[in-house]
């Protein structure tokens, strides 16, 4: 769409063959950062505020500036993904700002039984077994964490929401939502752009789909309890819905610090497969409630 890359993209691998779109210096930093806060991409501890405003974020952020500037040589126009900016969406507002950068955020949101499907897919790749999940609750669960926690610290950022699902079934068609979003230096596409985003997108790649597609049930209540969530956040969010996201944010803080008490969770960074059940069991109500 006419945005430069990162110089340094994490190579491609079995479980992406065509790339990650993503750069190793940022991966690197990223890991550092959600470390300090007592996580890793695979944890759904929450993030409190006051870290993002420690002093010590001062020398990550110089860190993260020189990142920019050593990865895209001071480019117009710059594209930066990475899924733990999720996570990590205020430090790396300030740190864009910082390289005078205007921010806009791309979310895109996708089925949580696909996602599911998906981290569970690399446990029979030996290269990506380590960064596989098999527990569905578990993924339904860091499904959740990413998403509100991407939702709530964008709300005062320019921000596209893009289906995943529709953007895989239209390609090109379906990034017109970016047509009446001028503050964010995008033209319209030209039939060159257009046919060269529509070559991206191999089916055969496409090895998990949505539920509706029925190609992948896990028979998981969680998910469907999930993918109400999808459809809100693709509409537009009202002062209601705003609340209940935050609503939702706050107990989820809530049960993960009363299922961590007396458990191992507190000492071990990875907690174990009966934590996330046991966390899936108290947010069951809940979640039924929306």
């Not at 806060?37 to 500036?65: H, Q, S």
């Not at 920019?68 to 480019?75: D, K, T």
């Not at 959740?144 to 529709?166: F, G, M, Q």
């Not at 998981?220 to 819905?241: H, T, Y």
Request: charged share 25%; hydrophobic share 40%.
């Amino acid at each position: 769409m006419g945005a430069t890359p990162p110089a340094g993209l994490l190579m491609p691998a079995a479980d992406n063959p065509l790339g990650y779109w993503e750069a190793q210096s940022v991966i690197d930093l990223n890991k550092q950062l959600l470390r300090s806060t007592g996580n890793t991409w695979k944890t759904y501890r929450p993030i409190p505020d006051d870290w993002f405003k420690a002093p010590e974020r001062e020398d990550n952020l110089d860190a993260a500036v020189r990142i920019i500037e050593e990865e895209f040589g001071g480019a117009d126009f710059i594209v930066l993904k990475c899924p733990r900016i999720c996570r990590l969406m205020p430090f790396w507002e300030s740190a864009m700002k910082m390289a005078e950068y205007e921010v806009t955020t791309v979310m895109i949101l996708r089925d949580p039984e696909e996602v599911f499907r998906s981290l569970t897919a690399r446990s029979i790749l030996p290269q990506a077994k380590h960064a596989s999940i098999t527990n569905p609750q578990h993924a339904a669960l860091l499904w959740l964490r990413y998403v509100l926690d991407a939702e709530r610290h964008s709300r005062n950022i320019p921000r596209i929401v893009i289906n995943y699902a529709d953007l895989l079934n239209y390609k090109s068609n379906a990034l017109n939502v970016f047509d009446d979003k001028h503050e964010i230096g995008l033209n319209r596409l030209t039939e060159e752009q257009k046919n060269n985003i529509d070559s991206l997108f191999v089916p055969e790649l496409r090895r998990q789909r949505n539920h509706l597609d029925h190609e992948i049930q896990t028979g998981n209540i969680v998910f469907d309890q999930l993918r109400p969530l999808v459809s809100l956040l693709l509409g537009n969010l009202d002062e209601k819905s705003i609340a209940t996201l935050n609503k939702l944010t706050n107990q989820l803080d809530q049960i993960y610090a009363s299922c961590a008490v007396g458990n191992t969770v507190i000492g071990d960074i990875e907690p174990d497969s009966n934590f996330h059940i046991a966390v899936c069991q108290k947010l069951h109500c809940i979640l039924n409630a929306y």
